[in-house]
């Protein structure tokens, strides 16, 4: 079955700086690679996500980037604030079956 | 248009106990799926209904069950509660396919089993 795998699972970054969470995943007919920020107390928001049919997406500060062939996908968030701190997770989904990553910690430094 | 709604958002139950947990899903959305979130274990999930029939199930025992209605809300239920229990629950909806699949998700409801 599909198998999705994050990292890293905690990630520290200066404020100002860019921030990259990396996913791979296994099945190559996936066909959608959403990302979620779930803030403490809150449930998993969607900020962006990407199609097979596409190489990369981007949104103000944040973006995605996929690479069918070599099967991982990427979030990059540029000019990082103190409100970027949050779990992200990533998502592989096939059909009607989706798979999520174990999350990444993300804490932006002052 | 109105989000995910769970409720209750936050509950105590006692070992042995029984909860019902809901969700309203975002209007026209016919899809609903039922996570555990437990610190370190990332989002596991439960089961997924559309149009009222289970159509995936994740390896939780019989404990958890679920159903949902012809409106589409969704309950989940776990009997003979156990201290592991203890979670965040996540319910989220999705349009039929075809509409691009996009989860969205509730704020959870948060079980305490003491």
């Known amino acids: 079955g599909e198998n999705v795998e994050q990292h890293p699972s905690t990630l520290s970054v200066q404020e100002g700086d860019s921030a990259v969470i990396k996913c791979t995943y296994s099945?190559?007919?996936?066909?959608?690679f959403p990302w979620y920020k779930q803030e403490l107390g809150k449930g998993p928001q969607l900020i962006i996500d990407?199609?097979?049919?596409?190489g990369e997406k981007k949104d103000q500060r944040i973006a995605v980037t996929l690479n069918k062939t070599a099967k991982h996908f990427s979030l990059h968030i540029t000019e990082t604030q103190p409100e970027d701190s949050a779990v992200y997770f990533c998502?592989?989904?096939?059909?009607?079956?989706?798979?999520f990553g174990k999350g990444t910690r993300l804490h932006i430094l002052p | 248009k109105a989000g995910v709604t769970q409720t209750p958002r936050y509950l105590i139950k006692t070992r042995g106990q029984q909860v019902t947990l809901s969700c309203s899903p975002i209007?026209?959305?016919?899809?609903v799926s039922w996570y555990q979130q437990t610190p370190g274990q990332g989002l596991q999930f439960l089961f997924e209904?559309?149009?009222?029939?289970?159509?995936n199930k994740g390896n939780f025992p019989g404990r958890f069950s679920g159903r949902q209605f012809s409106n589409s809300r969704s309950e989940m239920n776990v009997s003979t509660l156990e201290l592991g229990d203890s979670a965040l629950y996540l319910c989220?909806?999705?349009?039929?396919?075809?509409?691009?699949?996009?989860?969205?998700f509730g704020e959870g409801s948060w079980l305490t089993v003491v």
């Open positions: 989220a909806s999705s349009a039929p396919q075809g509409y691009g699949n996009t989860i969205y």
């Open positions: 099945d190559s007919a996936s066909n959608y």
């Open positions: 990407i199609r097979s049919n596409v």
């Open positions: 998502a592989a989904l096939r059909d009607d079956k989706i798979i």
């Open positions: 209007s026209g959305h016919r899809s």
């Open positions: 209904y559309f149009s009222e029939t289970q159509r």
